[in-house]
């Protein structure tokens, strides 16, 4: 009976975590920015393996039939690599693009070129369609080497953010270090990929973002 208790009570305990950060930027729906009248509003996640062994962040389920969400995350894609292969996303017709890169970037090359390489992506996705982009700063995970990187590039990313009204942060890296401190987000066995609470705490995160909450 309380494990069923906790496990309802568990994405109000998210919720209320979330919430202790929003920002005034995200407090505006992204549906209010949206010119055209889309039912249901698309949705097409660009990542790595933290995106694509998530399910999509639980995201279909979270927000409902009046989105339709993809996912064309590769495991083990860097900017690099997605930049190679960018052609089987830019052929997808969508309204909001969530980009969820940078942890194999630091693993990869630390900082090394990141800045050109994402800018670049962002740049060709949002030549495609008018659509509207989250952007991630992603966990700093579990793995202490590759902290460093990880949070400069975030950094790049939340300056990429300020520059176009169009991108949204999604801030990964503040709400797990928020978190980490009530909550386990990774297993001992996996220091990169968080477990099911941190995958949890992302796609509430999006969650938030996409409602306007």
Known sequence: MKINSLKYLFPFFLFLLLNCYHTKQDNLSILTLLSQNTSP???????????????SFGLKQKLGSAYSVSDVSVAGYDTKLWLEDLAKAE??????????????????NGTTGFKERYTQIIRRLEQRAFSYLILS????????????????NNETIRDLVKSNAKYRLADLELAFNQASSNLTLYSVADPIHPNQIGYELIGEEYRRILFGL
């Open 41 to 55: 509003v698309r949705v097409t996640i660009v990542g790595d393996s933290i995106s694509q062994w998530s399910d």
């Open 137 to 152: 700063a992603v966990p700093k995970t579990n793995q202490t080497g590759i902290h460093e990187p990880i949070s400069l």
């Open 91 to 108: 052929v997808i017709t969508t309204d909001i693009w969530i980009i969820e890169l940078g942890t194999n970037d630091a693993i990869y």
